[in-house]
């Protein structure tokens, strides 16, 4: 039988997806489950949505679309960037593709070369850290532990980056739900500036998920002379509960937009019509669900935040976006729950699911292995008894 090509040693399966399936096994089994293991909003659009996408359907050409997306999906994601803040992009600056781990990874073979070097903090969404091996990248890690906050700091970026090709920054955060203040971006930025030859890409498909009044803020607000290399990342699948219709977009120099839109006639060639239709209606009609389900989920992080700080040992730094909380749970290792032994987060996740019947995914997913990271988008009604759950076995253990 001949070889797999080399790199698929390198791949490995998504480590959230193998906790929600074994998750999931477990429920069928008949077991009582509280999963807080995938990042799913756990909403749905509004109506508007779903017409347009039947509209679009009744009328469907069954023909190829633009390899860029169509001109009006450009232009209410070009209005979508201004609402936030972000002006002066053109159609040539935009892509679409499927969903934003798709845009990542054209802009990853788009912008790296094997050998090239990747920068990116350390919580890190998973799939970073495997783009970079997949693709022979060398990734230089930077650690933001709990006591920063798990922050980047204008030092370790300016440390990093001599001899980088990309910078990768997430905000706000997937694993732990940190927000950049303002100053904060600003004086990342001022770091930016001072090395000329690394892309910025800003994956910042939570944008719309701030919490606390500490707003949204972007390397090109601050630095305006960073847009010729800032690649903007986002997506419909968090704000507006559209994981399943797979619709992400890119903003950024125009050279690295029209990379995308090559990729994309060679990956996808297109987004099909009736996606791109239902993407529209999202973008350009009502604003009412995204803004309640912030609210929301505003409310469900002072439960959870509540609930993880009243946990004698544990360490968890407030949250301010998306829909994660990522406590430092380490004062576990050492001690045991009936007699089975927690030495790592692995051992931990594994013995709440099985004894309490909650699923976390272990931090070292994230390169952080004094950690865990819970999703709090589980029904409303599943919360609270989670968190209890959750108290319970730290507080069995001996």
């Known amino acids: 039988m001949p070889h797999l090509a080399a790199r698929m040693s390198r791949a490995k399966p998504s480590a959230i997806m193998l906790i929600a399936e074994k998750a999931k096994q477990l429920k069928a089994a008949g077991r009582d489950i509280i999963s807080f293991s995938i990042g799913v909003p756990n909403f749905l659009p509004g109506p508007h949505v779903y017409e347009a996408a039947r509209k679009a359907l009744d009328k469907d050409s069954g023909q190829y679309g633009s390899n860029r997306g169509p001109e009006a999906l450009l232009d209410a994601f070009i209005a979508h ?59 230089r890690l930077l650690p933001c532990p709990a006591e920063q906050n798990y922050k980047l700091t204008p030092a370790q970026l300016d440390a990093a980056l001599p001899g ?42 939570y944008n719309r998920m701030v919490f606390d009044g500490v707003g949204y803020h972007n390397f090109v607000n601050a630095r305006p002379e960073l847009r010729d290399r800032v690649i903007q990342v986002d997506s419909l699948s968090k704000t507006y509960g559209m994981p399943g219709w797979r619709v992400g977009f890119i903003a950024g120099p125009e050279a690295v937009a029209n ?129 209890q759950r959750f108290q319970e076995f730290i507080a069995e253990l001996k």
């Not at 070097?117 to 693709?135: G, K, R, S």
């Not at 732990?176 to 910025?200: K, N, S």
């Not at 594994?350 to 070292?364: D, I, N, Q, T, Y």
């Open 81 to 139: 960037l201004e609402e936030g803040g972000l002006r002066g992009y053109q159609r040539s600056n935009i892509a679409t593709g499927i969903g934003a781990k798709h845009m990542l990874y054209n802009l990853a073979e788009a912008l790296l070369d094997e050998g090239d070097v990747i920068v990116f903090p350390v919580p890190y969404w998973t799939t970073y850290l495997d783009l970079a091996e997949i693709l022979g990248a060398e990734a």
């Open 259 to 387: 990379a995308v839109v090559t990729l994309n006639s060679n990956h996808i060639t297109s987004i099909p019509e009736v996606v791109n239709a239902a993407a529209l209606a999202a973008l350009s009609g009502p604003q009412d669900v995204p803004a309640s389900k912030n609210a929301e989920f505003a409310a469900r992080r002072d439960q959870v935040y509540a609930a993880l700080s009243a946990i004698p040992g544990v360490v968890c730094p407030r949250p301010q976006g998306a829909f994660y909380a990522f406590p430092n749970i380490s004062c576990a290792f050492g001690k045991s729950h009936n007699g089975r032994m927690i030495s790592n987060d692995v051992d931990f996740c594994s013995a709440l699911l099985e004894a309490k019947g909650v699923a976390c995914v272990p931090g070292s997913a994230f390169g952080d292995p004094l950690a865990l990271r819970i999703s709090y988008t589980c029904p409303a009604e599943q919360l609270a008894p989670g968190l």
């Open 164 to 205: 980088a090709k990309v910078f990768l920054f997430n905000n706000p955060s997937n694993p732990t739900g940190m927000v950049y203040t303002e100053q904060e971006i600003a004086a990342l930025a001022d770091v930016l500036v001072r090395h000329p030859h690394v892309w910025i890409i800003c994956d910042d498909i």
